[in-house]
């Protein structure tokens, strides 16, 4: 008898762990560095608007859209520095700027998701340039997580941007002819490892 107790007690519990849905677990993305990139764009003299790139972007990115949380761990390559200047590209390297063979690297490292909804639309985290690090927040204008059409697994993909200051990393050259006003913009595609 006890036996048979034993046995139909255990059957409603296991209804319920089968019935229950799978616990979500936070899944990682690689940097796809061929298909990242960041731009930085400034006012020039009070005339134009220069846009320039960096050409190495690598980093990694946890994403848990279940549980709304993830994590954003991005390196910029500041000796990759492109304005189509060979001549300004060397300037920027230098000291009056990125000072690129001290800070070869740029970071950005998160600490918050901001979802609205079930859609991720800010990063808040911690911005390092030279040598200092500031607390920025990124604004998401478009985010997707589906998968890959030719590699077959998970992937991610999104635009964001924030503004900075320069001069509150060390890079106050010619303020206010070249202006101290900056606006950052991360084009990413990220595949799960």
């Given at each position: ?66 549980a ?13 520095v ?18 690129s ?23 808040e ?14 604004t ?54």
């Amino acid at each position: 008898m006890m036996k048979k107790l034993i046995k139909f007690s255990a059957i409603p519990v296991l209804a319920v762990a089968f019935s229950a849905p799978a616990l979500a677990t936070p899944k990682s993305y690689v940097v796809d560095p061929t298909h990242s990139f960041a731009n930085f764009s400034y006012t020039h003299m009070g005339l134009s608007e220069q846009e320039s790139r960096f050409d190495g972007t690598s980093g990694t990115i946890v994403y848990d859209a279940a549980a709304k949380t993830g994590a954003v761990n991005v390196e910029i390559d500041t000796t990759s520095v492109d304005t189509g200047s060979d001549a300004l590209d060397e300037h920027l390297r230098g000291a009056d700027f990125f000072d690129s063979s001290k800070h070869p690297k740029a970071t950005y490292k998160s600490t918050r998701i901001v979802f609205k909804g079930d859609t991720p639309v800010a990063v808040e985290g911690n911005l390092t340039i030279k040598g200092t690090t500031k607390p920025v927040t990124m604004t998401i204008d478009s985010f997707s997580a589906k998968e890959h059409p030719m590699k077959r697994k998970d992937a991610l993909g999104a635009k964001a941007h924030m503004k900075i200051k320069r001069s509150d990393f060390g890079l106050s050259k010619f303020v206010p002819a070249v202006s101290d006003d900056v606006l950052i913009t991360i084009r990413v595609e990220a595949v799960a490892e």
